[in-house]
């Protein structure tokens, strides 16, 4: 899978203000703290949303197999996914998301 499908499917976990969360990797629709790969997980931070996708893709756990895609949002969100993503609003965060997404996407066309 390209970086950039990757990220716009992790993006996807979260591209509406009722499915993102903030201090948190994941909350359930009660907004009750869950772990992101559960069933439960309605809710997700952006770095529990990438979690939550490299499990889907990779059943790896909580280890990325490729860092690649967290380095493009890493450098959209200023070198910090989780303080980012906690200290903005949800506008903010999607558009660090949609940077790191086209940054991959000029990556790949290259």
């Known amino acids: 899978m390209k970086n ?3 990220l716009r499917k992790a993006k996807a976990l979260i591209d509406t ?6 201090g948190y990797f ?3 629709g009660g907004g009750i ?14 770095l529990g949303a990438l979690w939550r996708q490299e499990v889907a893709e990779n059943s790896t756990g909580m ?3 490729s860092q690649v895609p967290v380095v493009y949002l890493n450098r959209a969100m200023d070198g910090d996914i ?6 903005h609003n949800h ?3 999607i558009a ?6 086209a940054a991959a996407e000029l990556d790949e066309a290259n």
């Open 4 to 6: 950039s499908e990757f």
């Open 17 to 22: 203000p009722e499915k993102w969360t903030q």
């Open 26 to 28: 994941a909350t359930d």
């Open 33 to 46: 703290v869950v772990d992101p790969h559960t069933q439960h997980a309605q809710c997700f931070c952006s």
């Open 63 to 65: 280890e990325f197999s």
């Open 82 to 87: 989780p303080y980012f993503n906690d200290r």
């Open 91 to 93: 506008a903010e965060v």
């Open 96 to 101: 660090a998301w949609d940077a790191a997404i």
